[in-house]
């Protein structure tokens, strides 16, 4: 694992990318991809803080927006609901081995 946010955040979409749909419904609004809403909890993990902190950090830090090709910085309930859909994916998915490894090895 790597301790740089940035290359985190690569990963994290790369791997998403290959393991998620790029929306959960045909009828999404399409502000956000699941795999930048991924990387985005990835990254919530990653900084040990809560929803409304990784919102903070996203809005301060442009060069993450451009990594995630980010138009606009989601809202901290987005996050939720997406945290939520996708736990409901399963464990054995690419994604949630990433997930859940992410603690052990970003202390």
Known sequence: ?????????????RVSGDALPAYSSPFSKRDFTQHQLFTILVLKQFFKTDYRGIVQLLADWPELQRILKLKKVPHYSTLSYAHQRLLKKGPSTPCCTLFSILPERAA
Do not use: E
């Not at 694992?1 to 979409?13: E, N």
């Open 1 to 13: 694992m790597t301790h740089s946010p940035v290359a985190l955040a690569r990963m994290a979409l």
